[in-house]
C-alpha cells in the first residue's frame, strides 16, 4: 500500500480538500485493512474486499480513495447510521472489522497543539500523529451478504407493475398482488409532483 502522504494527498484531491474527516478516513481504512489482512486493495486484492461506511460525511470519501471501493461497483456499502465508523470486510476469509472513531479523540486532539486556536487545524494535525489506539476502537464482526448485494452482474430485472420503471437485485416490493419498485409501494423519498 501507498505511504500514508501519499494516501492522504489523494484523499483531499478526491474530496476537494484537507480536513480532519480526511485524515480519519484514511487512517480509518490503513487500520481496517491491515485488520483483514488487504495490502493491495487497488491491485491483486481489489475483488476481495467490500467496506460499508455508516457516515455520508467527509471520511467516506477518504475511505473509497484509499480501498478503491465505489458504490457503482457495488463494493463500497452506505449504511446510514450518522456513525463515524466503516466495517471492513475481505471477501476471500470473510474476516471482517468494524472501525470506529473515538470522540474523545476530538478533545485529545487539543492536547497535541495547544498554542492552535482553530480547533479544526489541531485535529487535522493531531489525528496524521496520534496513536490508533487514541483514535479507533476494532471490533472484529461478522458480515452476512446476500447474493443481491454482491458485485457483479444484476441477478435480476422486473418490471413495475405501476410505473413500469425496472427495478434491479431484489429491490421490488410485493404489495396486492403486484410487483412494485419500493417508491410506488410508498417507500420512496421522493413524491411526484403533479
Do not use: W
Not at 447474493?147 to 410505473?163: A, N, S, T, Y
Not at 413500469?164 to 420512496?188: F, I, M, N, T, Y
Request: with cysteine; proline share 4%.
Amino acid at each position: 500500500m501507498e505511504d500514508f502522504d501519499t494516501l492522504l494527498d489523494e484523499a483531499s484531491r478526491v474530496h476537494g480538500h484537507l480536513c480532519p474527516g480526511q485524515v480519519l478516513g484514511v487512517r480509518m481504512s490503513v487500520l481496517g485493512l491491515r485488520k483483514i489482512g488487504i495490502p493491495d486493495p487497488k491491485g491483486k486484492d481489489r475483488k476481495n474486499i467490500i467496506v460499508f461506511v455508516e457516515m455520508d460525511r467527509c471520511a467516506t470519501d477518504a475511505v473509497s480513495s484509499v480501498t478503491g471501493c465505489t458504490l457503482g461497483h457495488r463494493t463500497l456499502k452506505f449504511m446510514d447510521f450518522g456513525k463515524m465508523a466503516a466495517t471492513f470486510l475481505n471477501l476471500k476469509t470473510g474476516k471482517a472489522v468494524r472501525v470506529i472513531a473515538k470522540e474523545e479523540s476530538r478533545l485529545k486532539a487539543k492536547e497535541f497543539f495547544p498554542e492552535t486556536e482553530n480547533k479544526y487545524a489541531a485535529q487535522l494535525e493531531a489525528y496524521k500523529i496520534m496513536d490508533e489506539k487514541d483514535l479507533f476502537d476494532v471490533m472484529e464482526v461478522s458480515v452476512k451478504l446476500k447474493p443481491e448485494d454482491m458485485p457483479g452482474r444484476p441477478l435480476g430485472r422486473v418490471k413495475c407493475d405501476k410505473c413500469g420503471e425496472h427495478v434491479q437485485d431484489l429491490r421490488e416490493a410485493s404489495k396486492g398482488g403486484k410487483v412494485l419498485c419500493r417508491p410506488c409501494a410508498g417507500q420512496g423519498y421522493y413524491e411526484k409532483l403533479g
